[in-house]
């Protein structure tokens, strides 16, 4: 809902929903939180939660390289 809330340019309830993600899921699906802080144009925070998904073995990590969710991040070096 993060995603869609946010599309459709309702940043306050996206704001909301990836709240609840973050409560719910955090330590078992911290890539999907990284996807959606780089739809949002969120980098930094996009990069934390894939560092934390990295240690948490995320297997949401598996199409990382193409996932379009992470378009955003593709110029970055980090």
Do not use: Q
């Amino acid at each position: 809902m993060a995603l869609v809330y946010f599309a459709l340019g309702r940043k306050a309830e996206s704001t909301s929903a990836l709240s609840d993600l973050k409560k719910r899921f955090a330590e078992i699906d911290a890539a999907d939180v990284a996807y959606v802080h780089a739809y949002r144009g969120e980098i930094d925070e996009a990069f934390e939660w894939l560092d934390r998904a990295c240690l948490n073995h995320d297997s949401g990590l598996l199409d990382v390289k193409s996932n379009w969710l992470l378009t955003r991040l593709h110029g970055d070096p980090r």
